[in-house]
């Protein structure tokens, strides 16, 4: 592992620089691990076919520094130093970068980092749009206020699952389903720049200011979290949905035995749904996690942004996010059917057109994994067919039926210990609800899922019931999460479910 090209001087602060090295031909494909001052480490562009890396660098601090670069236990090292008066330095517009990289990261080294990353293992510098020539002045957080990853840290440790912030607000967390304020003071525009400076780059940062969205994703040690950034009438505000680095199992997360047989599926459609915050990304993880574990697959997956992040065990994975790795949602999963998938999983199935390509993917042999926003199996169905017309509804219907696998709908409902747990609603494509939906008559569909639990179907009234029989949750608890209340109060009346 050695680096061939470096600066020999000091670096300009803001300005770009290359750092580039061979490895072995050996390494060709595998992801360069990235080391700032010994710190916070994060996974960088991948090793070209002929062995060569290469990382084009932005600072924006002054400062000594020291990089690392590992493949396995090999390493090569840099000691630099980074010159520049951060109130009226310039950045030279031509020297642009987009602060993203062509490798298996978003780019950004967070929890302290002085640096910006990105690259591209084929010795391809990142394409994007130029940094502005106007740099954002580094910020000062508020006396009193943390860092971002101070709250990012104290919501992971204490289980919390979101963390809201904006300006002119008390910083807030999710806990268990509920917003909670903390003693925080008050987020002014000096604490939340600086915040945004943390894991957005000068350029995001810029783009956002245009175009008043920005979503993106950033990793800690000991998380990974997905940032959108979004413009209120009182400023900016910012919502981070912690994501554990640990990837749960189905018995940890207490799923259904069904899923297995599920995941166990050669081709079709696969629904996972739910309202926001229910819980799909977590199943859906464990359910490809199950796959890369168990069976010699390979696994594309197309998400936005990335969420949990897999390593290749029995499968080969590749994940892609798009902005970074890909400029379309579309022209992603129409490529991934000439990568020669075994299992695509779609972040979420948005529009028509996504719907028709996972459709095709499908019914060419491949088994697709995909969400929707919907509550319940037959709704998810109707959501469906409702993206098209009259007249085109019977011939979708027919692809629909002959391609889905299973739907599964899910919630989260919090429980005697203080925490949360899934229920779910899980349809399994028979050949009755087949026949259901090929002839219109998506109705029936609800009575069968009640009726076949041998089959491992069954609704979310029986899955609560089942929780309530556990002692994990109240019968108040039971009827104000019940889709159908008369329902659940007859169940929990009669015993009967």
Known sequence: MK?????????????????????????????????????????????AKDGTWRLDLVFPRPGNHHLAVSVNDRQANWSFQVIGDPENSAIDPQDGTNGQTNGHSNGHLTGGSTGTISGAGSGESGAGAPIPSTPIPQAERAKGAPTLRQLVEAAFKRNFSDIHLGVGKVPRFRVRGNIEATEFPEVDDQTFLAWMQEVMTDVEIHRFRRTLDYDGAAQYPFARVR??????????????????????????????????????????????????????????????????????????????????????????????????????????????????????????????????????????????????????????????????????????????????????????????????????????????????????????????????????????????????????ITEEIALEFSPRENEMAIMLRTGVA
């Open 3 to 47: 680096i061939l090209q470096a600066p020999n001087a000091p670096v300009q602060m803001l300005h770009r620089f290359v750092v580039a090295g061979v490895a072995t031909a050996e390494d060709a494909g595998k992801p360069i691990i990235i080391s700032l001052d010994g710190g916070f480490k994060m996974t960088g562009p991948r090793v």
């Open 227 to 472: 940032i959108n950034v979004f413009q209120t009438l009182t400023g900016p505000s910012m919502v981070l949905r912690i994501i554990p680095l640990e990837i749960l199992s189905f018995d940890q997360l207490n799923l259904p035995v069904s899923f297995i047989d599920i995941c166990q599926a050669h081709k079709g459609l696969i629904l996972v749904t739910g309202p926001t915050g229910s819980g799909k990304s977590t199943t859906l993880a464990a359910m490809i996690d199950h796959i890369n574990r168990e069976l010699p697959k390979h696994i594309i997956t197309i998400e936005d942004p990335i969420e949990f992040v897999h390593s290749s065990r029995r499968s080969l994975i590749n994940q892609r996010e798009v902005g970074i790795h890909s400029h379309q949602f579309d022209a992603a999963l129409k490529s991934a059917l000439r990568e020669d998938p075994d299992v695509i999983l779609i972040g979420e199935m948005r529009d028509r057109s996504t719907v028709e390509t996972a459709l095709k993917a499908a019914q060419t042999g491949h088994l697709v994994f995909g969400t929707l926003h919907t509550n319940g199996a037959v709704k998810t169905i109707e959501r469906i067919l409702a993206l098209y017309q009259p007249d085109e509804r019977e011939t979708v219907r027919m692809q629909f039926a002959e391609s889905l696998v299973a739907v599964i709908s899910q919630g989260l409902v919090p429980t005697t210990d203080n925490k949360r747990a899934p229920f779910h609603e899980v349809l399994v494509n028979t050949d009755a609800i087949r026949d259901y939906i090929k002839r219109g008559e998506i109705d029936e569909v609800t009575d069968i899922i009640s009726r076949s639990d041998y089959l491992g179907m069954f609704n979310m009234n029986q899955s609560l019931y089942r929780l309530y029989l556990e002692g994990k």
